[in-house]
C-alpha cells in the first residue's frame, strides 16, 4: 500500500506593510514642548499658552501658493477660534524675517513660529522625506495638531489637503 505525503505548501511572505505608524505624537499623547521665535520679534511656547486650546499648523514654505491659502484661511478663521479660546500658530522652518514678510504682504492675523533648526518639526514628526518628479528630499508634511488645554493631542491632521481644512479644524476645536 503507498503512502500518501502531504505536499509541502510554501509559506507566503508576511505582507510588506507599506505605511507605518506615522511619525510624532498621536492623539492621547502629550503635546512636545516647544519654544520658537515669531514674527515682529515675538516669542511663543507650549509653556506660555498652559491652560489654553492651541492650533499648531505645519505647513512647508512660506509664500506657496499652497501654504497662502491655508495661512489665509486660518486668518480669517481667526475671530472664530477666539471665540473659542484657541491659540493658532502656523510653524514653518523659514526665518522669522521671511515669516514678517508673508505676514505683511498677506496681511495673516495669526502667529508664525519659526523652527528653523528643526528641532519642533522633528518633535512633531513632520520632517519627512517627500518625492517630487522622482527626486527625493527632506521637506515639512502639511500636518496640524489641535493641542488641548492641559497639553494633550485632542486632533491630528497629516497630509493635509488645504481645501476646507481651517474649517475642519474649528468644527474639531469646538469639542476641546
Known sequence: ??????KATPKKAAPKKTAE???????????????????????????????????????PKDDTSGCTREAI????????FDKLGVVVIGVSRDSAASHDKFKTKHKLKLALGSDESGKVTESYGVWVEKSLYGRR?????????LIDHVGKIAAV???????????AVLKAAQGV
Open 73 to 80: 484661511d486660518f486668518s480669517a478663521a481667526k475671530t472664530k
Open 137 to 145: 528630499y527632506m521637506g515639512i508634511e502639511r500636518a496640524t495638531f
Open 1 to 6: 500500500m503507498a503512502t500518501q505525503t502531504k
Open 157 to 167: 491632521w497629516r497630509k493635509v489637503k488645504v481645501d476646507g481644512h481651517a474649517e
Open 21 to 59: 505608524a506615522a511619525p510624532g505624537p498621536q492623539v492621547g499623547d502629550k503635546a512636545p514642548a516647544f519654544s520658537l521665535p515669531t514674527d515682529g520679534g515675538g516669542k511663543v511656547s507650549l509653556a506660555a499658552l498652559k491652560g489654553k486650546a492651541v492650533v499648531l499648523y505645519f505647513y
